[in-house]
């Protein structure tokens, strides 16, 4: 069974329209959430004064603002098949709270993970201000990682779309459960490349768009067996290209 | 160009025989001699008969698309029927593995094609084999045609050429192997073929009168054009690996004859230690292949397939995505090795569209059947495909109903009724009551009772979601209180319930259209219940250690 096509486009439009306006928020970057301020606080480097004066230029909160509203951007796409089915299997009062619920639950995953993550960004600007170092080795660690059994078992995890129950507060529990499963699968699979575009002092919009890029077509490779693999996992790119393809050669009905 | 002619195993090879009635070789022998030479080569040969196995499906390595095999049965270094020359220590390179293991496409509206591109690659291979031992050069695959009539020969047999053990030479028989066990578990080898009744699972070629290949989202109105709503060559496989549900060419007969043939060694209800060990090889797609009567089973299918296009002037998809196969999507090219060294043909469903206008290895290639009538053993369209919308509101009581009115295909469906947890099904029956939620449930019970063209009633799916296992030799007939509804094979359940495979470990879904059984509750004693009253009967036991599970037992309804 399948929702209609009316139903489904619905579904993604509104996760997309979602997504874009939280790229525009990130964009404009107001109040500086999306960048740490730098200061040259003391010539002979960290210290708990230059903490707390980062601290004080950079509040945690709007870090975890900024945080939030870079997964809901880069995030909330890969969500669309989810919901489209969560939708599907669930009672029609049920549908929008589940749907809610569900992302809710991994949203929630994911700001839970941001906490360490921005403790590093945090920790990087400290010992590294507006240096190359942290993201070059973060990027490192990223590549290594993205190679990785581990990762691709991650990847796999993501795939795991379980039928969840559809009365009461069972369909819910379950749903909000079900999204902070697929969140921390997905926390597994992409932290460093999360992490990556912001430990960069300069270019960090470009670096998130491409990782978004990267991160919606592996989410959309099918499973594999998890060993090490030099595959880029580059689907969405192979779709595009496939698309155009047939476009151009005027086939597509 | 040739126009190679497969024919019919039984009719054609003097009812099944290696030789005809004046001695001379039939095709079935030279297709014997073939298949020997293939069985001669080791399995990193690309066209060993071992090889060209695991194309359609292997437990022996990890690939692309497969997880690591099984420690014990089905891993193939345990089939008895495997020699050690097969050298199955010595796997190909990874990277011709990745390309072309694996690779049978089940569940999904490609099942069609890729499966003719395997017959056309591995009947050239035969093809050469044969030439170079001085057989025929016009040599074609042969089909049996287990659903054939005749009052010749009994063709729901396996093909006598297929059991016995020695060539007319004395030599060991290639086409036979040990692991077929029959449905019955006797080593009986034929096809039950019937209507689909609760007695037992048939097959049958009720498929042949569905009258569209595939859609993208939703089912047809279920009746004439579509049997079951999953359509002939099955739903769209596109972007996400949703279940798509198996066509109606596949469900029945492709995967009845499967499971039939491969069936379960013992006695079902007897044996007191069922286990997987038991199973025929032909039950399970990575392992179906190394039986040589897949290839016949097949060139069955692909006839079917022919004949409901040529003489049923039905049409394939023209939608491009059908046509350019799955790299519309993202996903792996097909490809077959053509050589020793793994040469690849590239193909794509358009390439196969027609079994005359065929693309091989950049050549024109045709074959056609000796026999391309639609139906073998239905004469005549089954009852539920006369079952009209029109009748339908007849029956129904509805208004406004004029000759040849357009009625609105329904097509959102809606979750009504779901079972509670997951169920494990028991040998024989499990019963459930699948709750219905109120409100829904009324909405179903009032379109039938305002059934009329303007609105047409709501038509009523059960799906088990989530069927997951590894017992492939098996059946589920599906009743709803007490009222038949139609039986599947678990074809393919091993496979689909591997993690890292294509499916994801989701198992298989199965869709059963109940509109019939709910309009005749309506119509009796009326909707008002809380509950439906769901048995799931499994043909034979299941195995220790190897439950069958759904996922979730829901009742959605279609409207507009």
């Known amino acids: ?22 790229w525009i928020v990130l964009l404009f970057n107001p109040g500086h959430i999306m960048t740490m301020e730098h200061c040259h606080i003391s010539a002979s480097g960290p210290s708990a004064a230059s903490l707390s004066m980062l601290l004080q230029m950079n509040p945690l909160s709007s870090q975890m603002l900024g945080w939030g509203l870079m997964v809901v951007a880069m995030m909330l796409p890969k969500l669309i098949v989810s919901v489209q089915m969560i939708y599907l299997q669930s009672f029609r009062n049920l549908r929008f709270v589940c749907a809610l619920l569900f992302v809710s639950g991994y949203l929630m995953a994911w700001m839970l993970a941001g906490i360490p993550l921005i403790g590093v960004i945090i920790a990087a600007n400290l010992f590294f ?14 590549v290594v990682w993205q ?10 995890a993501g795939h795991n779309h379980p039928v969840l129950p559809a009365f009461g507060w069972n369909a819910m529990r379950s749903a909000l459960q079900y999204g902070a499963v697929h969140g921390a699968w997905c926390i597994g699979s992409g932290w460093a490349l999360m992490l990556f575009p912001m430990l960069l002092p300069q270019g960090h919009n470009l670096a998130m768009l491409i990782i978004t890029f990267v991160m919606l077509s592996e989410h959309w490779e099918h499973p594999v067996f998890p060993q090490w693999r030099y595959s880029l996992r580059l ?10 393809k047939l476009k151009l050669m005027g086939v597509v009905c | ?27 079935l022998y030279w297709y014997a001699k073939g298949v020997e030479a293939m069985k001669a080569l080791p399995i990193n040969n690309a066209v060993s008969w071992w090889f060209y196995g695991a194309i359609h499906g292997q437990y022996l390595i990890a690939t692309a698309h497969s997880d690591p095999a099984p420690a014990s049965f089905p891993n193939w270094t345990k089939i008895a029927s495997i020699p050690a020359s097969a050298n199955l220590n010595n796997p190909p390179a990874q990277s011709l593995a990745n390309l072309f293991w694996d690779q049978c496409q089940h569940g999904s509206w490609f099942f069609p094609p890729w499966h003719r591109g395997y017959l056309v690659a591995l009947e050239n291979i035969l093809r050469d084999i044969i030439i170079s031992l001085n057989g025929p050069a016009d040599w074609a695959l042969p089909y049996w045609n287990y659903l054939n009539q005749s009052q010749t020969y009994k063709e729901y047999q396996i093909p006598p050429a297929f059991t016995v053990s020695a060539l007319p030479d004395g030599t060991s028989n290639p086409l036979y192997i040990p692991e077929r066990y029959g449905p019955n578990g006797d080593k009986n080898i034929y096809i039950v073929v019937g209507p689909d009744t609760q007695q037992d699972p048939s097959a049958n070629d009720e498929c042949q009168w569905d009258t569209i290949y595939g859609d993208l989202i939703q089912p047809a109105q279920p009746g004439p054009g579509d049997l079951t709503g999953y359509y002939y060559g099955g739903m769209q496989t596109g972007f996400s690996h949703d279940p798509a549900g198996f066509g109606d060419l596949e469900s029945n007969p492709h995967n009845f004859a499967h499971v039939m043939i491969g069936g379960f060694n013992g006695d079902a209800w007897t044996d007191p230690n069922p286990a997987e060990q038991t199973e025929g090889l032909m039950s399970d797609p990575g392992v179906a292949a190394l039986d040589p009567v897949f290839y016949l089973h097949h060139a069955n299918i692909d006839r079917m397939w022919t004949a409901w296009n040529v003489t049923g002037k039905n049409a394939n998809p023209s939608n491009a995505n059908w046509q350019a196969g799955p790299t519309a999507n993202g996903n792996s090219q097909f490809a077959m090795p053509v050589d020793a060294k793994g040469t690849p043909w590239y193909y794509t469903p358009a390439d196969v569209n027609s079994t005359t206008q065929i693309t091989f290895m950049g050549n024109g290639y045709s074959y056609t059947y000796d026999d391309l009538s639609l139906t073998s053993y239905d004469t005549t369209p089954p009852s539920k495909m006369q079952a009209t919308i029109s009748n339908r509101l007849i029956k129904l009581g509805g208004k406004g109903l004029d000759k040849g009115t357009h009625m609105e295909q329904n097509t959102k469906p809606e979750l009504v009724g ?11 029956t499990t019963q459930t009551a699948v709750k219905l939620n109120t409100t829904a449930w009324k909405s179903v019970s009032k379109s039938l009772l305002k059934a009329s063209v303007s609105t047409p009633p709501n038509d009523v799916y059960l799906q088990l979601e989530n069927v997951k296992g590894t017992n492939n030799a098996n059946f589920l007939s599906l009743y709803i209180n007490d009222n038949f509804v139609q039986s599947v094979a678990l074809f393919g359940i ?8 294509a499916h994801g470990g989701a198992g298989l879904t199965f869709k059963f259209n109940i509109t019939n059984v709910i309009d005749n509750l309506h119509l009796g004693s009326g909707l008002d219940f809380s509950s439906l009253n769901v048995q799931i009967k499994t043909r034979n036991p299941i195995p220790k250690g190897s439950e069958i599970t759904v996922g979730r037992i829901s009742i959605y309804r279609l409207s507009q």
């Open chain 2, 1 to 27: 160009m040739n126009n190679f002619i497969r024919k019919n195993a039984w009719d054609a090879c003097n009812g099944g025989q290696f030789k005809d009635q004046s001695g001379n070789y039939t095709d």
């Open chain 1, 129 to 142: 201000p507006l240096s190359y170092i942290p993201a070059l080795i973060v990027f490192a660690v990223a």
């Open chain 1, 147 to 156: 190679f990785s059994p581990l990762k691709q078992r991650c990847l796999n």
């Open chain 1, 1 to 22: 069974m399948r929702l209609s096509r009316k139903q489904r486009t619905a579904i993604q439009l509104v996760i997309i329209g979602i997504s874009v306006l939280a």
């Open chain 2, 418 to 428: 779901a079972s509670d947890t997951a169920l494990t099904l028991n040998s024989g």
């Open chain 2, 494 to 501: 091993r496979m689909a319930s591997m993690k890292n495979s």
């Open chain 1, 235 to 244: 689907r969405l790119l192979r779709i595009i290209i496939a698309q155009a």
